[in-house]
């Protein structure tokens, strides 16, 4: 065998295309070749071949794999003189590349540096020369685009002031007597109907409705309840080019016509129409099928419902019309502007909510905190007394065109019997003053057991592509409750999970003041620094955090000590070099050889909230003593101090115990 042998840890470095020297380790003064910013590999003779061995590392014995192309930045390939392989490798660079090879044969490194010098100076005038040509080619295609645009731009002014043209009849699918409805057992009525044509020219398709709530002979119910979505999509990149979200009091018996604000241009993939119906539209919605059958590929496709048989095969009545670029400019009725030009996200891959989604948290009810373990992402925490209620709005959640919404959390602390979990999504615009109200503002996936842990909640259509998401929970009798909230996720998909979500709208009143609580008080990671036992009877803990949040401050990093000095807790500030800036004016008045120290007991907290003049330094405390409990618990599990961080817990409780109520919680 001939060629070129590497390992596969180094073929992304090889295949990078970064300019590289090959040369034969046996050639004398190998190592004065090495020039900044060009990588040098080791020819190491095995056999005819050669095994490629980065400068500075030893050649191993296996694992080695024969290239099948030749390295992509190689500059040079150096070889002694007269080197007997030197034929082979050439023979086998030429047939991988259909090049030759850069080969320099040399009696030692300086004979080959003028050789080397001058591949590197007709490398640079290459790269040059193809960097000028690139410029040259983008300037034309700058001024071809602006000429193009002004043309366009020009033109679709003029075409704008004339009457929309007549429509072609691209597609005519006429209704017979076959029905399509909502399968027995799902709460919506989901398909997809491929449309075999491209999206090219399309301006407005119709689609026929046989019968609405209320029956089949044209009465209809006064004011059926739900919604129906249309969405016109490229099969091949899941791209939406159109899409309608139409109320079901605008929805009639017969032909359904929907518009395009212009014709779309020419985009070559395969059409196909989706549509979803919920609520009570979904339950009395019948639609139209066309007479004769059609291919499978062509047939629609029902979530719920198995694939038909060829001979089976049928495809919704449907019209479709095309017309050609700026023949049409309208504003179509019912249009969805969120939807249209967007991507779909891809089918079945849960996508978690943005971390700024999570900070802009509310607190409605209840007492909520976060902590995170370690190196884990921060998670929400609820605290519930008794029968208490708790509960969390986050103000801005991005559906995105996702369908189905899942909420997962874990019990720390409590048992769940008697316990519940709901999720309520609302408008972006509802005014939320406390869970009740939001209850009859939007849609309640019903209380959970608390025992689940999970819930997974269809999204409503009329939402659109933003809500708000209030997550409520309710404790039980006669025993306390932790619950952390692991994930909020959302999953796209044609066919959602066989849950009922009902509905109660009404008008949302409009109230000058904000939220009941903003601000929860949130800590990314607690970080133990030291573990200390000194004198007889003190010991501490040197706490390190990030990222903590509340009060509408954050800080990206803070530093403490939490002691215990004869039973007496005990906080300690520094300002030191590698001690993160705690308060903006400093308001301690202490120093040992160390620097400027604050010590602080729980007896002196009110003092201390009294002196704080900044309300940045006042919300430090606030949110640090609000979260002591917690971060003491997770320092002292870091420290393995096992049954002796409850201890710790109970010194950093007597801190938030004296927390005066004119802070901010």
């Known amino acids: 065998m001939s060629g070129l042998l590497a390992r596969a840890a180094d073929l992304p470095a090889l295949m990078s295309g970064a ?18 910013g060009l990588a040098l590999w080791r020819l190491v003779a095995a056999g005819d ?13 296996e694992g080695w794999e024969a290239l099948a192309l030749p390295p992509a930045g190689a500059l040079a390939v150096i070889l002694p003189e007269k080197a007997a392989a030197a034929a082979a490798l050439a023979a086998w660079w030429q047939a991988a590349a259909g090049l030759p090879p850069p ?28 960097a000028v040509a690139l410029e040259r080619s983008l300037v034309q295609t700058r001024r071809d685009y602006e ?3 002004e043309v366009v731009a020009a033109l679709s002014r003029r075409l704008g ?19 399509l409805r909502r399968p027995a057992g799902e ?30 002979s044209g009465e209809t119910a006064s004011e059926p309840a739900g919604a129906m979505r249309l969405r016109l999509r490229g099969e091949e990149s899941g791209r939406i080019f159109a899409a ?19 014709p779309l241009g020419p985009e070559r993939e395969s059409a196909a129409l989706e549509l979803v119906a919920e609520g009570g539209l979904a339950a009395g919605l019948v639609l139209s099928l066309e007479e004769g059958w059609v291919p499978a590929h062509l047939a629609c496709a029902v979530a719920g419902l198995p694939p038909a048989a060829e001979p089976e095969a049928r495809a919704l009545a449907l019209r479709l019309w095309t017309a050609g670029p700026g023949e049409r400019f309208i504003v179509p009725e019912h249009w969805n502007w969120d939807e249209a030009g967007a991507s779909l996200p891809l089918e079945g891959v849960p996508q978690a909510i943005a971390p700024g989604t999570w900070h802009a948290a509310r607190r409605v009810a209840g007492q909520w905190g976060r902590v995170a373990i370690g190196g884990e992402a921060p998670r929400l925490s609820a605290r519930l007394r008794g029968a208490e209620e708790a509960a969390l709005l986050l103000p801005r959640l991005t559906l995105a065109g996702h369908d189905v919404l899942r909420l997962d959390w874990s019990l720390r602390l409590g048992e769940a019997e008697g316990a519940g979990i709901g999720l309520c999504l609302l408008d972006r615009d509802a005014v939320v003053r406390g869970p009740a109200a939001a209850l009859a503002l939007g849609c309640f996936s019903g209380w959970r057991d608390l025992a689940a842990g999970s819930l997974t909640m269809t999204l409503p259509l009329g939402l659109g592509w933003q809500a708000q998401a209030l997550i409520l929970l309710r404790g039980a009798e006669g025993g306390d409750l932790q619950v952390e909230l692991s994930a909020l996720s959302l999953l796209p998909g044609r066919a959602p999970e066989r849950l009922l979500a009902t509905r109660a709208r009404a008008e949302a009143e409009r109230a000058p003041e904000p939220l009941a609580e903003a601000g929860v008080p949130v800590v990314g990671a607690v970080e133990l620094h030291q573990h200390l ?32 000095n004869n039973d007496t807790p005990l906080l300690e500030f520094r300002r030191a070099r590698d001690w993160p800036e705690a308060f903006v004016e400093w308001p301690g008045r202490e120093s040992d050889r160390f620097g400027p120290v604050m010590r602080l007991r729980p007896a002196e907290v009110g003092r201390l909230a009294g002196a704080l003049s900044h309300p940045r330094d006042a919300a430090l405390l606030a949110v640090l003593l609000d979260l002591l409990p917690p971060i003491a618990d997770e320092a002292a599990r870091q420290a393995g101090l096992g049954a002796e961080a409850g201890l710790w817990r109970e010194a950093a409780g007597r801190f938030l115990a004296t927390l005066p109520d004119a802070l901010p919680a």
């Open 161 to 179: 002031h004339r009457p929309p043209s007549p429509l072609s009849l691209a597609l005519a699918l006429e209704p017979g007597p076959g029905r």
């Open 533 to 564: 036992r000194g004198r007889p009877g003190y010991e501490h803990l040197d706490i390190g955090l990030r990222d903590l949040a509340g009060g509408g401050q954050h800080w990206p990093g803070l530093r403490f000590k939490l002691a215990r």
């Open 147 to 149: 000429d193009t645009r």
């Open 49 to 61: 071949a050669f095994r490629l061995v980065p400068e500075e590392a030893r050649p191993e014995e």
């Open 244 to 262: 309608w979200t139409l109320p079901a009091g605008a929805l009639a018996p017969g032909w359904l016509t929907l518009d395009l604000p212009c």
């Open 19 to 36: 300019p590289a020297i090959l040369v034969a380790e046996t050639l004398p003064g190998w190592q004065s070749l090495r020039r900044p």
């Open 103 to 130: 080969l320099i044969e040399a009696a030692d490194a300086a004979a080959a540096g003028a050789a080397v010098a001058a591949r590197l100076l007709d490398a640079l005038q290459g790269a040059q020369a193809r």
């Open 187 to 216: 709460a919506r009525l989901a398909l997809c109907q491929p449309l075999g044509l491209r999206l090219q020219g399309i301006a407005a398709l119709a689609l026929h409705v046989a019968a609405l709530p209320g029956g089949e």
